[in-house]
Every structure is written in C-alpha cells, then in structure tokens.
C-alpha cells in the first residue's frame, strides 16, 4: 500500500471534457508535486507545490491547471485536453529535499 | 542543472546472479542521490538514498549502492538477483537548496531470467 493516494485510478475523457485528478497523503509533507510519465520513460515534472504555494510550474500548458485546497490535499483539474496528454499522472509528496519522494500509483488517462 | 545517466537501456540477469545498473550524475555543489524502482501499473518506490556519510549504502529488498564522488557514479547493486526484482529502476539527483527539483535518469529495465 503507497501513503500516497491518488484518485481515479483510470480516466477516460474527451477532448471536450472536464475532469479532475485529485492525491491525497497524511505524513505531513509540505512538498508536493505532479508529474507525467509516458510509458518506459521517467517522469516529467509538471508542478510543485511547497507550502500550498505554486513554486514550480514547468511550462505546463493551461490545460493543466493544479491546485492544493490544503496541506493534504493536491488537485489536477484538466480541460480540453489533447491525444498526446494520454499518460500516468504521478502525485508525489516529500518533507524535505534530502528525503525521498513518495508517490502514489498513479492515475492512467486515456483522451479519446 | 543535475542530471543523471543510465547508460544501459535494459539489463538482462539470471536468477541468483549479481544485479548491477549503473547511473552517473552531474551536478555543481554536493549531489542527493536516490535510486527508484517501478513495478508494472505502480508509482515508484523508493529503495535507497545517499545524503552524507558512508560511501555503501544499503536499501530495501537486498539492494545496495556504492557512492563513488571521483567517478560521479552511484551503481546499484544486489548480490543475488530475484525474478521478482524484474522491473523499471530509475536513478535520481537533487542538490541542497535546489527550490524541491528531482532529475531522473531514463531508467533501466531489468529482466532477471529464471
């Protein structure tokens, strides 16, 4: 069992959908971050969020657009998206930098 | 900017062999280094990290890694390799004061032949 729970564990929507990915961990990270990962390959960073505030965005197009509600909570909300956003969104969490990184299993979206 | 590299797309073992996958890294300052294992429809998992201190470090499941500062390399290894070790590993690097970043290698698929 990962202590990092992401929801849904799959997802499949259209082009013109609106959806949301939502993570949730209570070890009392205050990092935490979203990444996509494509099959075989390591995962891309997208966001990272430290002390519920946006600290790093990596040129995410605004169809991406992440939110944390509260120290536990991290949102991905997700609109127009396009094929090539098919992928496994990671939520990951961590306490500080010389400590690992936990990430949950992941939510696997398919666009039709 | 750290980067990591694992030279070897996929690595192939036989059971009870030793388990090697290489990673060097590049960084300016004192390097973080973390190893991550991926199982099929998982998140990672982390194994094993080198902050400080001994140069061996020992992780979970078996698994060790050697910090080596002159070579850049943080090798992973496992003395006697297990079908179920089968999976992706990936390599990672921060550094101190490096605003949370983590830079992965592009993974090495290990396939341990019964």
């Known amino acids: 069992d990962t202590e990092v729970t992401q929801t849904p564990k799959h997802l499949v929507m259209g082009m013109t959908n609106k959806k949301s990915l939502k993570c949730e961990q209570h070890?009392?990270?205050?990092?935490m971050y979203w990444y996509k990962q494509k099959a075989k390959k390591p995962p891309e960073l997208m966001f990272v969020?430290?002390?519920?505030?946006?600290?790093i965005n990596e040129s995410v197009p605004s169809r991406f657009s992440p939110e944390c509600p509260n120290s536990s909570l991290l949102n991905l909300h997700l609109h127009a998206l396009q094929p090539e956003d098919s992928a496994l969104y990671l939520c990951a969490s961590s306490s500080t930098i010389d400590q690992p990184q936990h990430f949950g299993d992941g939510t696997r979206l398919s666009i039709l | 900017a750290q980067s990591v590299a694992q030279p070897e797309d996929q690595v192939n073992v036989a059971e009870g062999n030793p388990l090697t996958v290489k990673c060097t890294y590049s960084?300016?300052?004192?390097?973080?280094l973390f190893w991550y294992v991926q199982y099929p429809n998982r998140g990672l998992q982390f194994l094993l990290k080198?902050?400080?201190?001994?140069?061996l470090v020992k992780g979970s499941y078996g698994f060790e890694a050697e910090f080596n500062k002159s070579q850049t390399s943080f090798h992973l290894k496992k003395p006697s390799a297990l079908v179920s070790d089968s999976a992706l590993y990936f390599c990672?690097?921060?550094?101190?004061?490096?605003?949370?970043?983590?830079?992965f290698g592009k993974g090495n698929q290990v396939v341990v032949i019964p």
């Open positions: 070890m009392g990270h205050r990092a």
């Open positions: 960084v300016s300052g004192n390097p973080y």
């Open positions: 990672a690097v921060s550094v101190p004061h490096g605003n949370n970043r983590l830079a």
């Open positions: 080198y902050i400080t201190g001994d140069n």
């Open positions: 969020y430290s002390y519920e505030k946006l600290s």
